[in-house]
């Protein structure tokens, strides 16, 4: 019997969510994809934070993109993404934490939502690049 693909619970403009297509097919893994509306309410039984990505794998069910990127190495070995090498395996996991906890929850749209219409577009704008910029340039 084949076996069953991995459920990716995504949305488009999810970046978090890109990062986990992009290691699910430089690995040649086939998964279902299920977009997912903001407003789905059906999704918290998945993931209780309603955040996406998601990634159900038979009776494994992982959320939040770096844990899921992280299962699917150790699962699917093939194109490793992690570099062996002890201190560019480290770099790449300080580039990885600091782009997924010091830049992206800083500048999302949960975030910039909270001051919609107490600032500005072009002053919410400055606090996404301020964000943005200060995370790469600490790489
Ligand atoms: N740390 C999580 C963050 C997930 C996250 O913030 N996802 C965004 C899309 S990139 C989301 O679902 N936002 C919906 C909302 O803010 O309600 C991860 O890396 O997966």
Redesign the pocket.
């Known amino acids: 019997m084949a076996a069953m693909k991995p459920v990716l619970y995504s ?1 488009a ?8 297509r992009i290691a699910l097919s430089l690995k040649g893994v086939e998964y279902e994809y299920r977009a ?1 509306e ?1 407003n789905d309410t059906d999704y918290e039984k998945i993931n209780p ?6 990634l159900q794998d038979g009776d494994i069910l992982v ?6 990127i992280l299962y699917l190495e150790d699962k699917y070995p093939q194109h490793l993404l992690l570099p062996q090498d002890l201190k560019r395996k480290a770099l790449n996991l300080q580039i990885a934490s600091i782009v ?2 010091s830049i ?2 800083l500048q ?3 975030v910039i ?1 909270l001051i919609k219409g107490k600032l500005g577009p072009d002053e919410s704008l400055q606090i996404v690049h301020h964000y943005i910029d200060k995370g790469f340039r600490g790489n």
Do not use: H, N, T
């Open positions: 949305a403009i999810s970046s978090c969510s890109y990062r986990v997912v903001w934070i309603k955040y996406v990505p998601a959320s939040d993109s770096l844990a899921i997924c906890s992206q929850p999302c749209y949960a939502g």
